[in-house]
Nanobody, 115 residues
């Protein structure tokens, strides 16, 4: 079955960096767009970044120029490189794939930006 395993979160100071990973299995990874979402304290879940199967990427305005989404099809893994982190980036980050009308989610990884 489809499985997404998120990792790489942690505690970081403002201006720091983290790289999140999402290991996927149970579907033909290289054929599908992958997305990262986040949900901050008391906020709605929001789309952060998306990457198509052929390499086109898109970002939320709030992270443009700071975050980079990438994928390694050989490892069935999608990454989110986060630089210049801000306090407002604190959230649980979730990997997502939409397959045949269904949304699948990773378990989430906590990112806390704090001084």
């Amino acid at each position: 079955q489809v499985q997404l395993v998120d990792s790489g979160g942690g505690l970081v100071q403002p201006g720091g960096s983290l790289r999140l990973s999402c290991a996927a299995s149970g579907f033909t990874f290289n054929m599908y767009p992958m997305r990262w979402y986040r949900q901050g304290p008391g906020k709605e879940r929001e789309l952060v970044a998306a990457l198509s199967s052929v390499g086109f990427s898109d970002y939320a305005d709030s992270v443009k120029g700071r975050f980079t989404i990438s994928r390694d099809n050989g490892k069935s893994t999608v990454y989110l490189q986060m630089n210049s982190l801000k306090l407002e980036d604190t959230a649980v980050y979730y990997c997502n794939v939409a397959l045949h009308g269904n949304n699948y989610w990773g378990q989430g990884t906590q990112v806390t930006v704090s001084s």
